[in-house]
């Protein structure tokens, strides 16, 4: 038997309304109350993103990887900076892949020019060449730059600072986002009172779907109702919000209360733009958990996402390690993202397609974060144009192998982790049982 009662924000959307469910759960959205502090985001896509973790930067090796399509490099130089570079190399426009770092100094594999930072350490601009024949080669040296973006270390993440150029000077590039809004501190996090897992997934569809995707709250009971280990959520479950949406130049946040509890919440998701959601519930000073998502827009079509789950309970390490709780916790979040893959690959394939119009989707209005969501990001893609040098036409997926190291449809990280789940149960309990009865 069916059960559904929506009320949503003046919506004059009757006949999506009317339209059944399918038999299971029912979530309702019975009523809203909306804050608006000047209105709405402020508009833009340049900015901070979280490109990788810390430990993804190897001594004297380089991280490649792209926004936007652009080709950039992350390294340490000889002073260990963090250093993102475009993959150019100025002299005939090669890619530094398959080139070295030794000592935070670059050799092109092309001609072997080498690059290191200048006294200030805000250029790159100490070329050697020598071995080139030109008589003009000095002048030519004292010349020649690599571009660069503003790039930080932060509680172990590598953030870049994307904007509409590159610059050969740092002290020429101006943030038009402070990353503090990117701090869990500045949100009321004291990120050393956690411990956390950590996955990182690459997905070959649409970056600002993703995010949609998660900032959509409902569909967890739907497609992921039975991986989720929490009795709250659940195909079979009768869950009924009322919803509070803050709006502010900073950030969109979300709060869900149980309709039959008004006081006891459910969760919220905080959207920081361009690229970071915040998962938790409660006060941030006193939650026992928080999620954290950057999305990262490698390119069309290409995206990767890091997803951090800080927690305050099982801190205990020889504990989770004798449960495998840290491989258990990648195993769900694994599955979690393969399950949403599909829909998000559909998504995808429609929205290029043209086929997804205000004529053909009806939000309601329990999907108001989404609509907020999509209001900025369309103001933003025009005035920013991030995709102006992009050619959509073509299929150019050189960067391909490079970039994408963790495609879903490769599973190497999910694989690798289901081995290490098997060989840590074996050496636990199987090795020292095949061992008890072989000495009896």
């Known amino acids: 038997m069916e059960n559904r009662q929506i009320n949503f924000f003046k919506s004059k959307d009757l006949n999506t309304v009317l339209k059944p469910f399918k038999k299971g759960t029912v979530v309702k959205i019975d009523s809203f109350e909306i804050r608006e502090n000047q209105n709405e985001l402020k508009i833009g896509l340049f900015g901070w993103y979280a490109i990788c973790p810390s430990k993804e930067l190897k001594k004297d090796k380089l991280f490649y990887f792209s926004l936007y399509d652009e080709p950039l490099v992350l390294y340490r130089d000889e002073n260990k900076n963090v250093r993102c ?34 006294g200030s350490c805000q250029n790159l601009d100490r070329i050697t060449c020598r071995h080139i024949v030109d008589n003009n080669y000095d002048n030519y040296a004292k ?24 610059d050969t000077d ?3 590039i101006s943030e038009d986002a402070p990353i503090s809004n990117y701090e869990l501190y500045e949100n009321g996090f004291t990120h050393k009172d956690y411990v956390y897992e950590e996955v990182l997934v690459d997905f070959k569809c649409d970056w600002s779907r993703i995010i ?33 949406i803050n709006v ?24 920081i733009p361009p690229g970071r959601i915040l998962i938790y519930k409660g006060d941030p000073s006193a939650a026992r958990y928080l999620q954290v998502l950057d999305h ?22 020889l504990f989770n390690n004798l449960i495998l709780f840290k491989e258990n ?31 053909e989707i009806k939000l309601l209005g329990e999907d108001r974060i989404i609509n907020y969501f999509w209001k900025w990001y369309k103001k933003s893609e025009d005035k920013d144009e991030p995709w102006k040098n992009n050619i959509k036409s073509q299929n150019l997926d050189v960067y391909d192998k490079v970039i994408l190291k963790y495609p879903p ?32």
């Open 329 to 359: 916790q990648r195993k769900i979040f694994y599955k979690i993202f393969d399950e949403d893959y599909m829909i998000l690959k559909t998504q995808t394939y429609n929205h290029n397609m043209g086929f997804i119009s205000k004529d």
């Open 248 to 271: 502010t130049p900073q950030y969109i946040e979300s709060i869900y209360y149980y309709k039959n509890e008004p006081t006891k919440e459910f969760i919220r998701i905080k959207y």
């Open 170 to 172: 740092l002290n020429n």
């Open 143 to 166: 010349r020649i730059h690599l571009s660069q973006y503003k790039a930080i270390e932060k509680n172990g993440y590598i953030f870049v600072h994307f904007s509409k150029k590159s």
């Open 409 to 440: 449809e490769i599973k190497k990280l999910e694989i690798a982790n289901n081995i290490e789940i098997i060989r840590k149960t074996f050496v636990r309990f199987a090795a020292p049982l095949i061992f008890f009865m072989l000495i009896i």
């Open 85 to 118: 570079i475009k993959n150019i190399c100025p002299h005939r426009g090669a890619s530094f892949f398959e080139g070295t770092l030794s000592d935070g100094v670059i050799t092109c594999p092309y001609h072997g020019a080498k690059f290191s930072s200048g």
């Open 296 to 317: 990262i827009p490698l390119g069309n079509n290409n995206a990767r996402v890091i997803v951090r789950h800080y927690r305050k309970f099982l801190k205990n390490k």
């Open 212 to 244: 949609e995707n998660h900032l959509d709250i409902l569909h967890l009971f739907w497609v992921h109702g039975d991986t989720i280990p929490d009795k709250d959520v659940n195909k079979n479950v009768l869950v009924s919000f009322n919803q509070k």
